[in-house]
């Protein structure tokens, strides 16, 4: 799948030095490396304050180790995808970013809401490992086999790649399940690929309306900033429109 053995080892391990988390930026692609760094500089993950990771080993500090870890299998496998793929990249980002939106406000924790985040960034990997083959293979594929066994696939490569258990119980559980007097992770993650899948059979893009900041480049953010600012650092910017509210 394009990433080195090398790198999850040093991700999975809490020991690691920062010698070798450095030495990641040298084992992944350039363009998941440039992602991962405009994603520790936004606004989102750069606890409000732009510009603050300025080597490699600041990018995972700001997105964390395991969090950096995800991002990296899912921009990877992302990368295999061809145009005709754009939105199944597009809908995956945008629920990991609703979902952990969602949760932030339903007061979840920090630990919660990187569940959240990546359980959206994750919900499809499954469909992800088929049109990466797809397109290697230049073969066409039945709908109704991508929803048979799309979940068979992302638990094989939730193994492989040795990501969280909790993954693998929230693709394949179909059911709602909900906590003692809140949602659960799950349910909040449905909850964001609803309102994504919803948006973009609309609008084919993410279309959006929020109060925006009354002057670039200041300290002012709104929601609609932050989401605007998120998927330009990411190479996705060309698919959402924030219209001032």
Known sequence: FGIDPRVLPILDSLDSSKPDIAGIEEMIDGVISVRLRNMANSVYYGAMRRGNA???TDVVTSLGMRPTKNFIVAMAL???LGGEHALLELKSFATALFARIIAEQMGFDQSSREEAEL??????LGKVVIASYQVKSRTGIEPAFVEKYHQYFAAEIIARFNLPEYLRNLIQEERLVLQQRTFSIQGIVYLAQCLVEKIIDQFGVIEIKSPMP???NNLEVTLGSIISEHFNMIGLGKFVKVIPA
Do not use: I, P, Q, T
């Open 214 to 216: 009354e002057v670039m």
């Open 54 to 56: 300025k080597n490699f």
């Open 78 to 80: 992302f990368s295999r």
């Open 119 to 124: 359980g959206g960034l994750f919900l499809n």
